[in-house]
């Protein structure tokens, strides 16, 4: 009697791919090798050291006041002045005591708070664009309205910093004359008085405004590095890919 020839079964496909997409890591971490990934970081670095810059800042400037009260008795009066002043420079009034509290003039403070309001929220979506780069954008690649928003994004960015920045640079050129004691004792400043007779007023330290300068200087270089940006994700955007495929057709259909 013949034998029944044994079957051997075939294991049916795993769902999925089989065993290599289980072995597939649920991010992509190349991309930060890649341009778009790579300027995100810096944008990120640069955010961070502008903001920090600005709402880390204080100083202070002194000064030594010595007057002489009128009349039969003339009676001197000298005195230690200390101005602290920082974020967001709200500049409060110098109390003398020869002249009584002099006010201080215009405020930077709100060029000062918008600085680094755009700093800060740069920060937080150069942290959103990451994730969408690493984690999410290979699991959904058909949303193309991201990349649209991803560009339009970066392009406001770019303007909102240099905007800000333009903003700031006037804002510490205020802070500057403000807390100089040479303007504030000229003809017609809040400290004139110091030039009365009876009167003097020398500096005693002046304030340090390296990190003001240097604010600056990260401001402005976001506006390049964000500037320079907009070309790269402007390649991830369909209308890109759509003027590219339209050149491509254009160039085949001369050929032929």
């Known amino acids: 009697m013949a034998s029944v020839p044994q079957q051997t079964s075939v294991p049916a496909p795993t769902q999925g791919g089989g065993s290599h997409s289980q072995n597939e890591l649920p991010f992509r971490l190349e991309v930060l090798l890649e341009p778009k990934g790579f300027i995100r970081g810096i944008e990120f670095v640069l955010a961070i050291c502008m903001f920090a810059t600005t709402a ?13 009260s009128s009349g039969t008795n003339r009676t001197t009066y000298p005195q230690d002045i200390q101005y602290y002043f920082g974020y967001p420079f709200s500049f409060e009034s110098i109390k003398t005591t020869c002249f009584g509290p002099v006010f ?3 405020s930077p403070s709100g060029s000062a708070k918008f600085f680094v309001v755009v700093g800060v929220f740069a920060m937080l979506y150069t942290i959103a664009a990451l994730v969408w780069y690493v984690v999410l954008e290979v699991k959904y690649l058909q949303y193309e309205i991201v990349s649209i928003v991803d560009f339009v994004a970066t392009a406001v960015f770019t303007l909102l910093f240099f905007i800000a920045s333009c903003a700031w640079a006037a804002g510490v050129s205020t802070v500057k004359f403000w807390t100089n004691l040479d303007n504030l004792t000229q003809e017609g400043g809040i400290l004139s008085s110091c030039n009365e007779d009876g009167n003097t007023c020398s500096s005693l330290q002046s304030a340090s405004y390296g990190a003001l300068n240097i604010s600056i200087l990260f401001g402005f270089l976001n506006v390049l590095v964000w500037g320079g940006n907009v070309w790269f994700v402007w390649k991830e955007t369909p209308w890109f890919r759509a003027r590219s495929e339209n050149q491509t057709g254009g160039n085949l259909d001369n050929k032929v």
């Open 104 to 106: 201080l003039g215009e």
């Open 56 to 68: 880390g800042y204080n100083s202070m400037f002194s000064f030594h006041v010595n007057c002489t």
